[in-house]
């Protein structure tokens, strides 16, 4: 099981970012656009 403890986002949303990122390949800069979408203001070198 993964461990989510000490995470500065909610596991939902963690989740939602790599399932992207990976299923569809995008960049960490259009994965921040993504999110920005969806209300969750992250930057794109967080997702690095």
């Known amino acids: 099981m993964i461990s989510f403890k000490g995470a500065q ?3 939902d949303v963690i989740l939602f970012a790599v399932i992207f ?3 569809f390949g995008v960049s960490y800069r259009d994965l921040e656009e993504i999110m ?3 209300d969750v203001s992250v930057d ?3 997702l690095n």
């Open 36 to 38: 920005a979408e969806r």
């Open 21 to 23: 990122y990976v299923r």
């Open 9 to 11: 986002y909610p596991k």
């Open 44 to 46: 794109h070198t967080t």
